[in-house]
């Protein structure tokens, strides 16, 4: 199995010490592959600071240019930002890498590698599973009769390419008029996940993509806007995991841009919060959809409080009472298995999480109604939050019987340096209704930015469009609006530190905002992408020259 471990010391020291296989992510990060009977080994070892299990992430599934403000800066009397000189890297379900609007006017590719994780072969320097392809490559497979017996990488669900058309598609195949954001940019796509798996992947491969792309862009020295149309619910969404750590980190690695959508669990029922008080039983109700295979809680309560539970399946079967003492325990009734883990705190919280997984080991889980019975024994603070499955997962008929509509952006959206992307929809101007929402303001877990998210037509596997709707699609206009504005300040030289969160507080501050209306907001954070207006502000401080350059300065003899 993989752990995504933080230590200290040697990597090549902690492999040769335990015999183990580890993949260096950077920052003191790395994965490590290890029998699942060895976890327990990986405590002991000092080199060791902190352990997590991976979790799997979901894709959720006529350009909107002009109502983001992006058309004026690629007008050539005006600007003229297309993406030159800059790399847009989709971490996604993969690119069909054959389609016109991935391709120059010649049909060489725009396209700088493709890491396909789900082909195995010849994986990338520094990395263990699957295979890379370069720009060469693709050449040769694009000329040849029969492109996908050279290079045999492909977006089944058409994601991936969807998100790369918006961000990065030139609109070679509708004569111009589907042109996405940054037309002229590289790309770099990199297919998350194994063989066999074409609908989520493990954070695990999220994390080995990301150092993948930083490392390839620092190499080429250009710029890189990294978008992350994934989601999940498995985790306290408050930027504490390994995983939400680690791509905090890794938005420091280089010149990148980390774009990620809030999701679209805004109004799946999929949230619930509420406290549990001191001689008082708590029951949680909830439903699940016929179909499903499998389900999980992630429950988050404070460690100062304790409590045990009680699972009661459709039909009133129980699970028995649950307490700390076990920490782990799985319960076998009839077809169903279920997984019940006390988690601890880690080193960025002090929460603690109680997570109960029900697998159907034939066929599917019955549906009906839950009920989840939490039985206090000494309560301190006594809040608890839990989410389901994203419905991606487990689909609209799962939901909790009294939800919390706050809260519901989905991992890894929480991770604090990112830039989320809450989705509207621009022809009737108001927030699309399965946006994910933040929590309350104060905590800075809200959307940075709106980008449109209903009906976008972009490019779909085969060669040519199809319309989309989703946070997913919301978050390429940000990617590509990144990948402009790095080409006007780092590859024109007008800013030459024009990345990271500097590239987020120019979108906020350019953000479009209704009247009367308070911001920022849970819901659209700051406001709608108007990348003009944010490119005008970022020309303004920068002919002004302080306070970012030194010159402006007097003398110290002054």
């Known amino acids: 199995m993989e752990v995504i471990a933080k230590y200290n010391g040697s990597i090549t020291d902690l492999e040769q010490s335990m015999g183990i296989r580890a993949e260096d992510l950077s920052a003191g990060y790395c994965v490590i592959n290890i029998p699942r009977a060895r976890v327990g080994e990986l405590y002991s070892n000092s080199a060791i600071e902190d352990l997590e299990l991976p979790k799997r992430l979901y894709v959720g599934s006529s350009y909107r240019l002009s109502s983001s403000c992006i058309t004026p800066l690629q007008n050539k009397n005006s600007y003229d930002l297309r993406g030159r000189g800059t790399i847009t890297a989709v971490i996604d379900s993969g690119i069909d890498y ?13 396209i700088i590698a493709i890491w396909d994780q789900s082909i195995n072969g010849s994986p990338p320097q520094g990395f263990y599973k699957g295979t890379e392809y370069d720009s060469e490559m693709i050449d040769m497979a694009l000329l040849s009769d029969d492109p996908m017996s050279l290079i045999p990488s492909r977006d089944l669900v058409g994601h991936g390419t969807a998100v790369a058309g918006i961000a990065a598609g030139n609109g070679a195949a509708s004569d111009g008029e589907n042109t996405g954001v940054a037309p002229l ?4 796509a990199v297919k998350v996940g194994s063989t066999g798996r074409d609908s989520f992947a493990f954070s695990t491969d999220i994390m080995r993509a990301v150092k993948y792309v930083t490392d390839k862009a620092r190499t080429l020295n250009m710029p890189v806007a990294i978008n992350l149309s994934f989601g999940m619910n498995e985790g306290a969404h408050n930027g504490q995991s390994l995983f939400e750590e680690y791509l905090s980190q890794a938005s420091g690695f280089w010149k990148n841009v980390i774009v990620a959508p809030t999701g679209n669990e805004g109004a799946a029922g999929h949230h619930y919060s509420g406290y549990v008080r001191a001689g008082q039983t708590k029951e949680i109700s909830f439903f699940t959809a016929s179909g499903i295979e499998r389900f999980y809680i992630s429950l988050w309560k404070s460690f100062a409080d304790s409590f045990t539970f009680e699972l009661i399946f459709p039909g009133g079967l129980s699970s028995g009472v649950i307490g700390v003492e076990s920490q782990y325990k799985r319960i076998r009734t009839g077809d169903l298995v279920m997984d019940a883990i006390y988690g601890q705190p880690v080193r960025y919280s002090v929460n603690q999480e109680i997570f109960i997984q029900v697998s159907a080991q034939s066929g599917t889980i019955r549906s009906g109604n839950w009920q989840l019975r939490l ?35 989905t991992l890894p959206s929480t991770a604090h340096k990112l830039i989320r992307v809450a989705g509207y929809n621009d022809l009737i101007g108001s927030i699309a209704p399965f946006s994910g929402v933040g929590a309350q303001v104060c905590t800075g877990q809200i959307p940075d930015i709106e980008a449109p998210a209903v009906n976008i037509i972009s490019s779909a596997v085969g060669g040519g469009y199809d319309s989309f709707t989703g946070t997913s699609f919301a978050s390429p206009f940000v990617t590509g609006s990144a990948a402009l504005l790095m080409e006007w300040g780092i590859t024109n030289g007008n800013s030459p530190f024009f990345y990271g969160e500097r590239i987020k507080a120019f979108l906020r501050l350019g953000a479009t905002r209704r009247p009367n209306t308070k911001y920022p907001d849970p819901a659209f954070g700051y406001g709608r992408l108007c990348l003009e207006k944010a490119l005008s502000y970022a020309v303004r401080y920068t002919e002004g020259k302080a306070p970012f350059y030194f010159d402006s300065y007097p003398d110290d003899t002054d």
């Open 98 to 110: 054959r389609h016109p609007d991935f391709r120059n006017s010649d049909g060489s590719t725009r």
């Open 375 to 409: 039985i206090p024994t000494d309560i301190v603070d006594g809040r608890i939050e839990a989410w389901l499955p994203t419905l991606e997962e487990v689909g609209a008929g799962t939901y909790f019987s009294e939800p919390d509509t706050n809260n519901t952006m």
């Open 185 to 188: 940019c590289n790309i770099i």
